[in-house]
């Protein structure tokens, strides 16, 4: 009977394993074809969901459904969330509300594709566009820059990627900062905060070496899960200046049901990257999934059965 079942097992793998590449073809097809507008922003959203997740999105207060709400309801459609997803607006809202020395300074916008043709990029600077997620270009020491790679951008529709609606109006530019702190592989603190209040700490680091993750509640204690990348299992320190960092975070998100900010920091100052109001667009997997529960615990406050 056990070898019937490990038969079955290994059966099931090898025909998921051959039939992975239709299905993700049928689901790349079935998605070019859901229209532009919010019904099909709506159905969209579903279909990636239940792709991503193999399960039909609720109202619960789990970590991913929540993201999911906030992405298929008019909320995302408010005028600040559109505000901040732009990388260079953003830093208007946070000026406005814990002051611009908390901002990554802006060495130039290049809003066409001639003036990044014509500009004399410096010779350590950071370079990404504006109106989409994910991409980045750390320059140093003068090397070649892939402008090829740049002019793409300007053809990037991130709303159309993945439905975020609050993307759909934002125009491609390309924004120019410096590299902060003369560090290459800076480390990423996204602070969750649910109601105004940071819940949840997500340090990204070695993004360009071999992507890892560590989350912590905020008082810095080591949570055993992780989303997406592997965990990062070596005892992080904690920023000196921690506190100074979540009061930002509180802050920035008053008025927010629930979002992320994104914040760097060298244990004296820290500057505010950017604010996320999707997090990995609600498709953000668990490692292992049942943490998702213990997060949403964390998070929302509530027990999940």
């Not at 004399?120 to 370079?127: K, L, R, S, Y």
């Not at 997620?133 to 709303?159: A, T």
């Not at 629930?258 to 100052?269: A, E, H, I, T």
Request: proline share 4%.
């Amino acid at each position: 009977m056990l070898g019937l079942r490990r038969l079955g097992v290994s059966l099931m793998k090898t025909l998921s394993r051959l039939f992975k590449p239709v299905l993700e073809f049928g689901y790349r097809t079935v998605v070019r074809l859901i229209p532009t507008n919010r019904l099909g922003d709506k159905i969209f959203s579903f279909v990636l969901f239940v792709y991503r997740h193999k399960r039909i999105p609720t109202k619960s207060l789990m970590f991913n459904d929540v993201i999911y709400q906030i992405k298929v309801s008019d909320e995302i459609l408010d005028s600040v969330r559109v505000l901040v997803s732009d990388k260079e607006f953003v830093k208007r809202y946070v000026a406005q509300v814990v002051g611009d020395q908390f901002n990554v300074p802006t060495i130039k916008i290049l809003s066409s594709v001639q003036e990044v043709e014509t500009y004399d990029f410096p010779a350590n600077c950071c370079i990404k566009p504006t109106h989409a997620s994910g991409k980045v270009i750390l320059r140093r020491n003068n090397e070649p820059i892939d402008l090829k790679q740049i002019r793409r951008w300007f053809s990037i529709d991130h709303y159309r990627s993945g439905r975020e609606a609050n993307y759909k109006t934002l125009k491609p530019k390309v924004i120019v900062e410096p590299v902060l702190f003369n560090d290459f592989n800076i480390s990423d603190y996204k602070i969750f905060c649910y109601q105004g209040s940071p819940k949840l700490i997500q340090v990204n680091m070695d993004r360009f070496i071999d992507r890892k993750r560590q989350f912590l509640d905020t008082q810095w204690n080591e949570l055993f899960f992780s989303i997406n990348d592997k965990r990062c299992e070596r005892r992080l320190d904690k920023p000196a200046n921690l506190e100074e960092m979540l009061n930002i975070a509180a802050k920035l998100s008053q008025g927010f049901s629930f979002v992320r900010v994104d914040m760097y920091s060298d244990g004296k100052s820290c500057k505010v990257g950017e604010i996320t109001n999707c997090s990995e667009n609600a498709t953000g997997r668990f490692i292992p999934r049942s943490a998702e529960k213990i997060a949403s615990q964390i998070i929302f406050g509530q027990n999940l059965r």
